[in-house]
């Protein structure tokens, strides 16, 4: 984890580092599964045979897990430079229920 700009407690701090981990696995398995999908994608496109129906769904996923990747960047971005687990709206401190339930949230419930 970055350097903190705040101060916070050691258990805090433990659960946004198993956060931040949690973050970097999804990552990594987005990644692997994006790869296969692209090559997927790509052999469909290949395929005349292939319903332009099942082509839009298979963009469409590709799409998503894109997506997802960027919010899984921008939320390891956050972590690396402190600003992970507080409000981007009001700065509040997330609380930690909430970062494990949406890890890529950078609002609190009273500003999302």
Same mark, same amino acid.
């Given at each position: 984890?970055?350097?903190? +700009?705040?101060?916070?407690?050691?258990? %805090? #701090? *433990?659960?946004?580092?198993?956060?931040?981990? =949690?973050?970097?696995? +999804?990552?990594?398995? *987005?990644?692997? &599964?994006?790869?296969?999908?692209?090559?997927?994608?790509? $052999?469909?496109? &290949?395929? &005349?045979?292939?319903?332009?129906?099942? %082509?839009?769904?298979?963009? %469409?996923?590709?799409?998503?897990?894109?997506?997802?990747?960027?919010?899984? =960047?921008? #939320? /390891?971005?956050? /972590? $690396?430079?402190?600003?992970?687990?507080?409000?981007?709206?009001?700065?509040?401190?997330?609380?930690?229920?909430? /970062?494990?339930?949406?890890? +890529? +949230?950078? &609002?609190?419930?009273?500003?999302?």
């Amino acid at each position: 984890m970055g350097s903190a +700009t705040r101060s916070m407690s050691p258990e %805090r #701090a *433990n659960a946004l580092a198993r956060i931040g981990e =949690g973050l970097q696995h +999804t990552v990594q398995q *987005n990644e692997d &599964r994006l790869r296969e999908l692209e090559s997927a994608l790509a $052999d469909m496109l &290949r395929d &005349r045979g292939t319903i332009q129906e099942d %082509r839009d769904a298979a963009q %469409r996923v590709v799409d998503s897990v894109r997506a997802d990747l960027r919010l899984y =960047g921008k #939320a /390891l971005a956050r /972590l $690396d430079e402190g600003r992970y687990g507080y409000c981007a709206g009001c700065g509040a401190e997330i609380p930690t229920e909430r /970062l494990e339930a949406v890890p +890529t +949230t950078d &609002r609190c419930a009273r500003c999302v």
